[in-house]
């Protein structure tokens, strides 16, 4: 057993009880502060659009700020309080929830509504991004081009509220999740920057480099494609293509050599949307989801299979 079921069990045996936010919270709706207002010095501000576009589960500082002129007219968030977004064109960014722990007071305006309460505000704030508020503010929705859950709705969302020690347990862990996640993105980015690296540098040395199209590099041997059905194969030894890789294999070839395979519509891609890249060197089929792509002459297919010696 984990940590947290541990605590459950000592804790609430009898389960987590589930609570309206309006029972142990009171929500202030914001009002005002366009992003007219919003300047480089003053006091702290969120505006609502930021909580989904520049903010994460928290935040110790703001990005933008107000005078104090303005800001005596704005709602106001304390250490500890949540700023939750009434107001989206989808589904998926209203109720987007930012737990405020900073050190200082600073304030909200429109389509946005500040939650006073008694819990961990981290923990309320990934509860908030959960599938389980999801479903719930779907039904609370209202709108089509614009979407909003208004304060009032809010407050009848129902919540699991275990001790405070368990919650702060589940953010702890929730916590090293997303830093994680964090590092990850950061190693992805670099593999891609060096992925960059390596075609620029390694395959296309920069000294006297000749860029060109793929169209004119290359010749497309797409018309000699042929699409096989599984009941019309007849086994054999040579590979059979398709979308995602080998197949099948099957007793006769139409290409000779080496072919850089990309995938040709919409379903053929790769989680990131790029075309799915196969690589096949010698006798091969090739059905048509497939484009066959080799180069045009002796220097090009050497550029093509250091390509795909990389790939």
């Known amino acids: ?4 079921d541990d605590l459950i069990q000592e804790l609430c045996p009898d389960g987590v009880q589930r609570r309206p936010l309006g029972e142990f919270a009171t929500l202030v709706r914001g009002n005002g502060m366009p992003e007219t207002d919003l300047v480089e010095e003053g006091v702290g501000a969120v505006h609502y659009g930021q909580i989904y576009t520049r ?9 933008s700020f107000v005078s104090p002129e303005k800001a005596a007219k ?12 009434n107001t989206s064109e989808n589904i998926d960014d209203v109720g987007k929830a930012l737990a405020w722990v900073g050190d200082a007071v600073i304030v909200t305006g429109g389509h946005a509504t500040v939650i006073k309460h008694d819990q961990d505000s981290k923990f309320l704030a990934y509860w908030f991004a959960s599938a389980d508020f999801y479903a719930q503010k779907r039904k609370l929705a209202t709108g089509t081009k614009v979407i909003d859950v208004s304060a009032k709705q809010l407050a009848t969302v129902r919540i699991p ?8 347990e589940i953010v702890r862990v929730l916590d090293k ?3 994680l996640e964090a590092e990850l993105e950061a190693e992805l980015e670099a593999r891609r920057a060096q992925y960059e690296h390596y075609l620029r540098s390694t395959v296309l040395p920069t000294a ?23 009941s019309d194969r007849k086994g054999g030894e040579y590979p059979y293509y398709g979308a995602n890789g080998v197949q099948d294999y099957v007793h006769d070839f139409i290409f000779d050599g080496t072919f850089l395979l990309v995938g040709e519509d919409g379903s053929v891609k790769n989680a990131d949307g790029t075309p799915i890249l196969n ?3 010698g006798k091969i089929w090739v059905n048509n989801r497939l484009f066959p792509v080799r180069g045009d002459g002796e220097r090009r297919v050497a550029d093509v299979e250091r390509l795909v010696a990389l790939l």
């Open 1 to 4: 057993m984990s940590r947290i």
């Open 279 to 281: 690589w096949a060197t």
């Open 208 to 230: 006297g480099i000749e860029w060109t199209t793929l169209g004119e590099a290359t010749l497309n041997y797409d018309r000699k494609r042929k699409p096989v059905t599984r």
């Open 161 to 168: 509220v275990p001790p405070l020690e368990v919650q702060r």
């Open 177 to 179: 999740f997303t830093q």
């Open 74 to 85: 704005l709602a106001k968030a304390e250490p500890g309080d949540i700023i939750i977004t």
């Open 55 to 63: 903010y994460g589960v928290s935040a110790t500082e703001t990005f």
